[in-house]
C-alpha cells in the first residue's frame, strides 16, 4: 500500500539558511500534518492542513511556515535556521474531516535535519 | 492544555516476563493511539482506540482505554528481545468538524528487553 512520502530524507544546512521539506499524503488522503521530534523527544505537532486551508496550529515557530497545494502535497518552511531546529520532522495524512468518525493518522519516514 | 503522562519512562525487563506501561490524559476525549517507534525511525501505528473500554490485542501486545479514568494501558505478555523500541501513546482531541487536530504525545517509554 502507499505510504506518506518526505522528501528529502536527510538536510543538513548551516545557520541562518533556509530549508523546505516536502510531504506527499496518502492518495485520497486531504489532510496533512507535520511534527517535530528532537532528540531522545516526544513528537510535537507544528501545524496542519485540510483541503488546502490550515486547520490547526501547534507550536511552530514564527520562522516557519508551511502550505498545501492542490494537489495535497505540503511544503514546510524553514528560514533563519538555529541549532535548536536539528531534529526528525515528520509528517502525517489522514482522508477527512468532519464527514468520518476519526481520522487515524498515517505517519511518513521523517526527514532529518542538521544545523550546522 | 492537554496533558499526556507515560510511566515508566524506561523499561528494561527480561525476556519471558509481563509488564504494562501506562498512558494517563487531561482531556475528555476517546481517541488515544500507541505508536512504536525504532531508534532513528518513523512512528509505527499499533492500535486505535476509539471508545471507552475499546481493548486490542496484536500478537503480545494489548491495549485497553478507560476514557472515565483517562487512562490506557499497553501490556506486554511474555516479551521477547524483538519489542525493545520506544512506545508512544498519543491523545487527539476532534475539532469543531468531527475531525482530527494535531495529536498530543507522551513523553514516551524506552523499553529493552534483554534476552
Known amino acids: 500500500a502507499a505510504g506518506v512520502i518526505q522528501s528529502p530524507r536527510h538536510l543538513i544546512k548551516e545557520k541562518r539558511e533556509t530549508a523546505t521539506l516536502k510531504c506527499y499524503p496518502i492518495p485520497r488522503h486531504d489532510t496533512v500534518y507535520w511534527y517535530q521530534q528532537g532528540p531522545g523527544q516526544d513528537p510535537q505537532f507544528l501545524i496542519s492542513?485540510?483541503?488546502?486551508?490550515?486547520?490547526d496550529k501547534g507550536s511552530i515557530p514564527d520562522r516557519f511556515s508551511a502550505q498545501q497545494f492542490s494537489d495535497y502535497h505540503s511544503e514546510l518552511n524553514m528560514s533563519s535556521l538555529e541549532l535548536g531546529d536539528s531534529a526528525l520532522y515528520f509528517c502525517a495524512s489522514s482522508r477527512g474531516q468532519g464527514a468520518v468518525a476519526y481520522n487515524e493518522q498515517f505517519f511518513g519516514p521523517g526527514t532529518r535535519l542538521t544545523v550546522l | 492544555e492537554l496533558k499526556v503522562e507515560q510511566n515508566p519512562l524506561f523499561l528494561s525487563m527480561q525476556e519471558g516476563k509481563n509488564y504494562t506501561i501506562y498512558c494517563n490524559y487531561s482531556?475528555?476525549?476517546?481517541?488515544l493511539y500507541w505508536y512504536r517507534q525504532d531508534p532513528g525511525k518513523s512512528l509505527e501505528s499499533l492500535f486505535v482506540l476509539l471508545s471507552n473500554g475499546a481493548v486490542k490485542q496484536e500478537g503480545r501486545l494489548m491495549a485497553s482505554l478507560d476514557t472515565k479514568a483517562r487512562l490506557s494501558t499497553l501490556h506486554i505478555t511474555a516479551a521477547v528481545h524483538d519489542l525493545s523500541a520506544t512506545y508512544f501513546c498519543a491523545v487527539e482531541e476532534p475539532n469543531k468538524w468531527g475531525g482530527a487536530d494535531g495529536l498530543t504525545f507522551g513523553k514516551g517509554t524506552h523499553l529493552i528487553i534483554q534476552p
Open positions: 482531556t475528555t476525549s476517546d481517541r
Open positions: 492542513f485540510y483541503e488546502k486551508m490550515q486547520s
